[in-house]
């Protein structure tokens, strides 16, 4: 049983009990031995450890323990990390060494319970606030785990049948987290290991297109690791660029059978996407004004077809639209305007296509008409040919 649940049954007793106080300790013995009388999972070993570790230590740690971070590892939960209740820095150099050793066992459960799960985000948040009190036998077993992770990394990338494992057994492969958390312990020491993985998917880039996606997901997670060298820096920015048109991450069109054209939503920034929104409506209100003086009347029938279209294919215009995960929460009118803008453009694509359809239509009919008709064949043909451009939409 952890130690500090052994505490909170002691102060439910003994609320003013201090560890420095050998008569409190004895009292403290019996309260656990009557509770264990009735509760057998506490064991008397556990028991003995806990009496002889506060007869070793008495109130040492008492002020670190007031961090309800490390009150929580220390009773061994699952929870995700508050970076703003560290209170360790602050504590001298050798009792947080001290520390670490001691609670060593639960510190590396709370290690082992975050890599288990996957959530490589909050084991970087504790990392890089709790590094001082991961004893070096900790940090070398996190160290070792983390090298056979790339290693499966590797392994796996040869085999274009188990990519299908990147997304589930393998999920730490296209954790941008996984590789952060590698510069964050030892970018030195986890320097080539990276450049082998960048290696290896390199040798191993020239495939289909769908299994291009799985290697592009993994060089930008790559990317995030903070290389210790400059060559192996460039190279992963270089090939992030290159994962993110694999991956559909960037603003690359990804043709799908039976399905609609997605454009990948890019952020380009704040000022410039402004700045490009800005370019785009004052084209679109010249060309506007110029329409409408130069059309009269037939303006407003085309103003009247573009709102109707623009209402009947809203949902499939949506469809063109591939929002990435950091704009999904994004409610700004600048993404607002961006978002519908690109609508407005696709927009006059189909407006196209129609004309371009309606105007074969008519130039079929007036042919038919003026040769006094064209048979079987020639209904045929203008069957097909509207059937493919239906198809090709």
Known sequence: MAQLKLLDIIKETLPDFDAGNSSDLIKAEKILKIYQKTNPELQLNEIENFIKFYKDNGNKY?????DENLQKILKNENFNINSSKNNIFSQPSSLRDDFGNDYAENIQNYIQVNIKNNTWSNLRIFYKNYFPIISFENKDRLIDIITAKNNLVRGTI??????GLLLNQYKHSIDPNFYALQSDIDSAYFNEEIMDI??????????TQNNR???GKIFIALSKFDAYTEELKGLLIKNSKIGRKWANLDSTVVLKKNSTQKFAEKDYGKT???ILLSIYLSLLAFLTYFLYTKLGNIFWALVGIEIFLFLVLNKKLNGHYEESSESKDDKSYRRKLKKWSFKFFILQIYLIAIAVFLGIAGLLIAVTVGSGGIGLGGIILVIWVIRAVIKKK
């Not at 960048?198 to 495939?207: P, S």
């Open 158 to 163: 040869p085999y274009t049948d188990q990519y």
């Open 198 to 207: 960048n290696n290896d998917l390199a040798k191993h880039q020239h495939t």
């Open 272 to 274: 410039a996407e402004w």
């Open 62 to 66: 008492v002020v670190i323990l007031q």
């Open 213 to 215: 996606v799985y290697l």
